[in-house]
């Protein structure tokens, strides 16, 4: 009976991507439907609980779990995997409409968001195993990937950490200019976010168990049709591997655990797959805001000017690890914020005792940003602990905490050279204004002769050093294979663009109130820090690791959100479309 329930539903997938629509569908957010509509919505999934539906669809995504997600095929996967959610629902309720949630606008406070209240999906897990116990899934039962209850678990305990804002979303959109940078901007960054706040059945693979599973997916299915809205003559037959490590994919791809469909077949819903999407004011709200910035910033850069920025860089023009191996000798290395003058030769100090070297090491480089000066103090340190006087447990000690400030130091350049201001033009930034410094620091360090470190091994420490940042397979090579040829998803420059913003007027801010449709309140006496957009959170390890994610551009993108949150919290009157929204749910009968 299950497979020929699976055969049938492929079938009607397939029928539907056949071309055969006449008449679209148009999904809707969940919180403009009625409450007959969402308590129809309900029953029918539900239906599909205890016909094995929903069991087929977690299992359909657990088995094709390590194909679906890292590669180019994620947003059209899950295209259609909601549509065969859709279609399975109407055959349990022929017309059901199936929604989204546009979790942007819950951004600023996602636990605060309706959607976690009974009258919803309810709420938090409770118990030792996070079981859902209010709401239309409380008490369910599932058995995919095993028997238990369907569980979540928020990700800060009684609260969630913060999701992208609806201007982060809108800014991807409006720089993304191929499919796989959309993509990869998506998965690396806001879709995760989602999954892993609610925790439990959401932060694994058996992650459709969970209803939120689909209205979440929605909401990324939306991103990515909003986007080819934005030009439609072209965008809905884009498909490409562009920030991707696969091989060359074609429309013509099979779809995995659907043999039936070829990427082509989702492309353009509104002739395949048979729906389009409701709004829920968010991007049109973002849209005004930034409809405001641009002026301003533009009446600022001159008459007739706009803000500049780079452009999308390709893959061909990025520099790669191999280039780095090739470079020569500089006259003198740069940080990210200037010319900094070459490292002088090592000092000749006399012997240093360990107690010095202690509390020299706690006032060197450190974790900021090396400057020309505290190069140079970490140079001359470097020597004067390759000269200890002591006994010889104190001079490991010192030789271990040495190498320790090494590793901070240069791992500081690196890590400091990702920042916004440099943006996804990372591997030329580093390579033509830090390897050089790195090199002429390392070279320097591994040149020593043994006898200048008796007994201590610091020559075997700093061999390591150098092997483990500009080895073959070091902290250099990865950082530039994550990053060595991928294409812009944010805008960069961002930062200094909403600095020539002076100020957002209320008539524009009552523009964002009306497009939400939402009650105005005084904003006067909402507390500062309730207004401003709260900074996302970084994702686990093990997160990127499962998803076959490139955890490198996903720190880029996370660091790239904070500099534009910053921005945007530093002009006056600016109120986000997720801040409104929370705050008129908290101030609006009131205020």
């Not at 403009?32 to 029918?44: E, G, I, Y």
């Not at 820090?529 to 996302?536: A, F």
Request: include cysteine.
């Amino acid at each position: 009976m299950a497979k020929y329930t699976l055969l049938l539903t492929m079938l009607g997938i397939a029928a539907l991507a056949s071309g055969q629509c006449t008449n679209p569908v148009n999904r809707p957010e969940i919180r403009s439907m009625s409450p007959q509509d969402r308590s129809r919505f309900f029953a029918a999934v539900d239906k599909l609980r205890h016909n094995g539906e929903l069991d087929r669809l977690s299992k359909l995504h657990v088995d094709n779990a390590d194909t679906i997600h890292g590669h180019p095929v994620f947003l059209a996967f899950h295209r259609v995997f909601v549509s065969d959610f859709a279609a399975a629902l109407n055959k349990v309720d022929p017309g059901v409409p199936v929604p989204y949630w546009d979790w942007s606008l819950d951004a600023t406070n996602p636990a605060a968001s309706e959607l976690f209240t009974s009258d919803y999906l309810g709420g938090n897990g409770v118990g030792k195993d996070n079981c859902v116990a209010d709401g239309p899934c409380a008490d369910w039962k599932m058995d995919i990937d095993s028997p238990h209850c369907l569980a979540r678990k928020f990700n800060q305990g009684d609260s969630i950490a913060p999701f992208w804002p609806p201007e982060a979303l809108f800014s991807m959109q409006k720089t993304c200019n191929q499919y796989g940078a959309l993509s990869s901007g998506i998965e690396n960054g806001c879709h995760g976010a989602v999954h892993l706040g609610i925790s439990g059945d959401m932060s694994t693979m058996f992650a459709p168990n969970d209803p939120f599973f689909f209205l979440h997916h929605g909401m990324v299915d939306k991103l990515w049709y909003d986007w080819q809205l934005m030009e439609p003559d072209t965008r809905f037959s884009l498909y490409d591997n562009v920030n991707y490590n696969d091989p060359p994919v074609s429309p013509d791809d099979t779809i995995p655990g659907y043999p039936n469909m070829r990427v082509k077949d989702s492309l353009d819903p509104r002739n395949g797959l048979c729906y389009t999407y409701g709004s829920s004011g968010s991007n049109e709200a973002a849209k005004r805001l930034m409809q405001e910035v641009d002026r301003q910033s533009g009446m600022k850069n001159g008459p007739g000017k706009s803000p500049t920025v780079p452009s999308p860089q390709s893959a061909s023009a990025m520099s790669t690890p191999a280039d780095a191996a090739g470079l020569a000798p500089s006259a003198g290395p740069t940080s990210p914020v200037g010319p900094m003058p070459p490292v002088g030769p090592m000092s000749t100090a006399g012997p240093m005792s360990s107690a010095a070297a202690s509390s020299a090491l706690n006032t060197a480089a450190g974790n900021n940003m090396p400057s020309a000066d505290s190069a140079a103090k970490l140079d001359e340190l470097t020597s004067q602990v390759s000269r200890l006087s002591g006994n010889s447990n104190d001079k490991a000690s010192a030789s271990a905490a040495l190498h320790d400030q090494q590793v901070n130091f240069l791992q500081s350049v690196l890590l400091n050279s990702m920042t916004p201001n440099h943006g996804l033009d990372i591997a030329s930034a580093f390579l033509n204004r830090q390897n050089r410094f790195l090199k002429r620091q390392l070279n320097a360090l591994v040149r020593r002769e043994q006898a200048e470190t008796p007994g201590l091994g610091l020559d075997d420490i700093l061999s390591g050093l150098a092997s483990g940042l500009l080895g073959k397979d070091g902290v250099v090579g990865h950082l530039l294979q994550g990053l060595g040829h991928v294409v812009e998803v944010l805008p960069q420059g961002l930062g200094e663009t909403l600095k020539a913003v002076g100020g957002i007027a209320e008539d524009v801010t009552n523009d964002v109130f009306k497009i939400l449709n939402l009650p105005k309140i005084d904003l006067a006496k909402v507390p500062e820090e309730e207004r401003h957009i709260p900074y996302v959170t970084t994702l686990p390890e093990w997160w990127y690791k499962n998803n076959n994610l490139n955890a490198t551009y996903a720190q880029q993108l996370h660091s790239q959100i904070h500099d534009m949150i910053d921005g945007y919290n530093s002009i006056p009157g600016y109120i986000s479309p997720a801040t409104a929204h929370y705050l008129a749910k908290k101030y609006g009968n009131h205020s």
